[in-house]
């Protein structure tokens, strides 16, 4: 099971752009990388799951190197109403994938 | 998108009775869910695997006679704290695997449900 490490909090401010790394060194081939913001007393919401290079959907882009060992979420020119946790996870189904959640990021998004 | 609901949302209990919660999956079928345990300022802990037709697996250190879980259909699968104590009042969250908007696996989660027991 790929262990993930990623930054214990992050401030920014209205407008700007949020790029939040998560590490996954020991990733295996099958891995993919997904990412989830949770508000409290929510469940986590998913935001984006990609495998290489680059992923890209209507709230977030995902950025992954060719070694894998990292993948970058970005969140464009972000809002108040994105301060929340954001969880970094790896695993692939079709292995018995059990989804094991590290600290995420606490993003706080400023006026 | 898919959908995960929970019900209910939230719930008070007095200690020494039992609680079911609900967890749906509404627009596709699940044949694995999962259920999750999150305490304040913490992350969520992952509790059980359970799949259709099938017992679940529960996660070490998590008490299976306490916590039963049932996975009887593709769309519902339901969590029943037994013999509810103080100690068991937390977020209690459950997932579903479905497909992502490109068809890979991944998954979805409820909105929670909260548990107060006195």
């Known amino acids: 099971l790929a262990k993930t490490t990623q930054p214990i909090s992050m401030d920014s401010y209205e407008g700007q752009e949020v790029n939040i790394t998560c590490s996954h060194n020991n990733i295996a081939t099958n891995d993919y990388i997904t990412w989830y913001q949770q508000f409290p007393s929510q469940g986590p919401r998913f935001i984006i799951q990609?495998?290489?290079t680059k992923v890209t959907n209507e709230v977030a882009s995902l950025f992954i190197p060719a070694d894998r060992k990292s993948s970058t979420l970005s969140l464009p020119r972000v809002s108040l109403s994105d301060t929340a946790v954001y969880y970094c996870?790896?695993?692939?189904?079709?292995?018995?994938?059990?989804?094991?959640f590290g600290a995420g990021t606490r993003l706080f998004v400023k006026a | 998108g898919a959908v995960v609901s929970q019900h209910p949302s939230w719930v008070i209990c007095k200690s020494g009775t039992s609680v079911k919660i609900e967890c749906r999956s509404l627009?596709?079928?699940?044949?694995?869910m999962f259920w999750y345990r999150q305490f304040p300022k913490q992350s969520l802990m992952l509790m059980a695997t359970s799949n259709e037709g099938s017992k679940a697996t529960y996660e070490q250190g998590v008490e299976k006679d306490k916590f039963l879980i049932n996975h009887a259909s593709l769309t519902l699968s339901t969590l029943t704290v037994t013999s509810a104590h103080p100690e068991d009042s937390s977020f209690y969250i459950c997932s579903a695997r479905g497909p992502d908007p490109m068809g890979v696996e991944t998954q979805y989660f409820g909105p929670g449900t909260r548990l107060l027991v006195l």
């Open positions: 627009d596709f079928q699940a044949t694995t």
């Open positions: 996870l790896v695993g692939h189904y079709t292995g018995g994938f059990k989804t094991i």
């Open positions: 990609g495998y290489k």
